[in-house]
């Protein structure tokens, strides 16, 4: 293995995916402390907010064979439950929700009978600035977490969400581990320093070599911030990276640069621009590329828009982040997400996605399209019970035949009285 990055190797040897792994354990720690430290006496808000979902599903190819003679409808059922349960303070808020989904699907065997996640979210204020933490743990049969979804991650939306293979026709389980712990610090009242560090680690029980692949990464940032005006923020700064593919074929060393702006027009009504420059050094035995250095782009648009009976998300570009093709992905992609109240009880929700994904390094090779589309009518029975319906659809190729599945269903939703304030909104 090459002991030189693109201006210097940034980890070596055969030992660097479990330096990943104690850097990203000591990080997650000290965010911990550091925000459990929020607690102030005699200020603290604490809360327990339940929820509840079951659910029935028809498809007419959710194993997204891409043969039609082999193409098997069926029909599933969920049934959800979580817990919202947190404390907020003056100064910062902690909040943890964990997710346990059953399910059966009666004409797929194999499947997993038990799903569950486990978020957490917090920050801390500071005279000068603010650290935040964002993670996650999620344990999921294949079958739910490659199969991707149109809209957006509601606790992350600027995720690209690029990590689904599509490939849920060979089963088995998938681990994920993340966590992103932030910190800005502000040194005059237009100027700021932020620095940031995400990890992420997905593990397979039944990996695809170059389709599906469990890997570990490692990212850092920092920055600078300056307003332009009150509602306008300029940002610039360099982040390095390092991935490793879960069977060691790939790894790859990035030094990128990041400019962006934001322009907020209220708390719910923003715009952000980004475009990002970065040099990749790839070494994978597969495909005999060793040292080999090879530069990239992103450019990305994104925002979300409000109004009195409806809201708008959306996000268009070019991302670059890990994925389980077992190198970086460079993906571009065109996502909407809309919201609309349709009379006092009665909503509806629509999600697009279109993508084309590739590997970093590539030069077009192996180019997957997918598309993603969820539409779906929402009636409040009453302030806690409501009913969901609608229609799904899926279309995807990996440049052999292309797949498709359409789907329907139809689900009862309890969603407990949030009598939060505003602290993770």
Request: charged share 25%.
């Amino acid at each position: 293995m090459s002991s030189s990055c693109p201006e210097g190797r940034l980890l070596a040897g055969a030992s660097a995916g479990a330096v990943l792994r104690r850097t990203a354990i000591a990080g997650f720690v000290s965010a911990a402390a550091l925000l459990a430290g929020s607690r102030d006496a005699g200020a603290e808000q604490w809360y327990l907010v339940p929820s509840a979902e079951t659910s029935a599903e028809w498809n007419s190819n959710r194993e997204m064979t891409e043969r039609e003679e082999l193409e098997d409808p069926g029909a599933g059922y969920r049934l959800v439950a979580g817990l919202a349960a947190g404390v907020r303070t003056p100064r910062g808020a902690l909040e943890l929700r964990p997710r346990v989904q059953l399910q059966e699907f009666p004409d797929r065997s194999g499947v997993d009978p038990v799903d569950g996640t486990l978020d957490a979210d917090g920050f801390r204020r500071f005279a000068k600035g603010e650290a935040s933490l964002r993670a996650r743990y999620a344990r999921q049969d294949v079958y739910n977490a490659e199969y991707g979804s149109a809209g957006f991650d509601e606790r992350d939306p600027a995720d690209p969400g690029i990590d689904a293979s599509g490939i849920v026709l060979v089963g088995g389980r998938r681990d994920t581990l993340e966590f992103e712990p932030t910190l800005r610090w502000q040194l005059n009242p237009l100027t700021a320093i932020e620095a940031g560090v995400e990890y992420e680690q997905v593990d397979y029980q039944q990996s695809i070599g170059f389709r599906r692949e469990g890997y570990d990464s490692l990212r850092g940032d920092v920055g600078w911030a300056r307003a332009l005006s009150p509602r306008m923020e300029f940002q610039a700064g360099p982040y390095v990276a390092r991935f490793e593919s879960e069977t060691g074929g790939n790894e790859t060393d990035t030094l990128g640069l990041r400019l962006g702006a934001r322009y907020r027009w209220s708390a719910v009504t923003y715009l952000s621009l980004a475009v990002s420059g970065e040099r990749n050094e790839i070494t994978n035995s597969r495909t005999g590329q060793f040292g080999t250095k090879v530069n990239d782009w992103g450019l990305e648009a994104s925002g979300s828009s409000s109004h009195a009976v409806g809201v708008l998300r959306y996000a268009v570009g070019r991302f670059i982040a890990p994925s389980t093709l077992g190198t970086r992905r460079v993906s571009d992609q065109l996502r909407l997400q809309y919201s609309h109240d349709l009379a006092p009880l009665t909503r509806f929700a629509g999600a697009l996605r279109l993508s084309r994904d590739r590997r970093v390094g590539s030069n077009g090779t192996g180019e997957r399209d997918r598309a993603l589309v969820e539409l779906t009518l929402i009636r409040q029975l009453t302030s806690t019970l409501a009913v969901s319906g609608g229609a799904r659809y899926a279309w995807q190729d990996f440049g052999t035949e292309a797949a498709r599945n359409t789907g329907v269903f139809l689900g009862l939703v309890y969603q407990g009285l949030d009598r939060r304030e505003a602290a993770f909104r």
